[in-house]
């Protein structure tokens, strides 16, 4: 095997004898008229398709603000297929109102 090869050689062993060129393109260039102003598209608001199914979980937690005290059952409903997500997203929005916080439950309907 020769390593000597030119690229001429090397071109001629692997496409044969074609010559190969690249096409050209013989649409006119069209000059941009500086005189002629743009006129605004209006905006039309998309119309929203209603989603056939909304992904559920829910999430019951058991919340208080006493330690070991009197406790309340709380039902968050989330909008996600991620049960770890509507977890985090459940026990943030009772964190708000209450100091203790204990995930009891996670379901998907």
């Known amino acids: 095997m020769n390593k000597e090869w030119t690229e001429e ?14 096409p050209m393109s013989a649409a006119p260039v069209e000059e941009i008229q500086p ?8 905006k ?15 999430v019951t937690l058991r919340v208080s603000n006493e330690f070991e005290g009197k406790t309340l059952e709380v039902v ?13 997203e459940a026990t943030k929005a009772a964190r ?5 916080v204990e995930v009891i439950s996670v379901k998907s309907m």
Do not use: C, W
């Open 96 to 100: 708000k109102k209450f100091r203790y």
């Open 76 to 88: 968050h409903e989330a909008d996600t297929l991620s049960t770890l997500l509507a977890e985090q």
């Open 35 to 42: 005189d002629v102003a743009a006129v605004p598209v209006s």
């Open 9 to 22: 050689e090397m071109r001629k062993a692997l496409f044969g004898n074609a010559i190969v060129t690249a």
């Open 44 to 58: 039309v608001p998309k119309k929203k398709v209603p989603n056939a199914f909304t992904p559920r979980i829910l």
